[in-house]
């Protein structure tokens, strides 16, 4: 396969509004475009069965994240304790430029860390930790001091 665009990844949201806010006010992302997605296309894609809103977000390192957003919101699973617990996509990994004031933001719209803050000692030239986003996805930010 020759990939021709940047990866995208998928992701179902409750409330849309606060996961838009949450990932382009804390996670950088920028809106690239929406669309409603009429219920005979997002059926015939088993996607949902009565249509959804789809947001395509771009991520500072230009990969994809779509929110999508059905009329009947989709259950929210529980977070398990160990993200190697399941099957499937377990995290996104997101590089930034500094780890405490971008973990601050996320906690303060409702991340929640996952990991050992132990992780994030400053005498290290790797610093990273794992939080959950406002509805459970797990994200790795990472910090690389240059």
């Given amino acids: 396969m ?24 804390v996670m950088s992302c920028t809106e690239a475009r ?48 160990w993200m190697a617990a399941r099957t499937g996509i377990a995290y996104l990994t997101f590089y930034c430029s500094d780890l405490d004031t971008t973990l601050a933001a996320a906690e303060a719209a409702g991340a929640v860390l996952k990991s050992d803050r132990a992780l994030i000692a400053k005498d290290r030239p790797l610093r990273l930790c794992f939080f959950a986003d406002p509805e459970g996805n797990i994200i790795e930010l990472v910090e690389v001091k240059q």
């Fill in 2 to 25: 020759r990939q021709t665009q940047a990866l995208e990844v998928g992701i179902p949201v409750v409330d849309l509004d606060r996961m838009y806010a949450f990932y382009t006010q």
């Fill in 34 to 81: 929406r669309a409603d997605i009429p219920a005979s296309l997002s059926s015939s894609l088993g996607v949902a069965p009565d249509g959804y809103i789809n947001i395509w977000l771009t991520t500072p390192g230009n990969e994809v994240i779509k929110l999508v957003r059905t009329p009947v919101p989709s259950v929210i699973p529980p977070t398990p304790d």
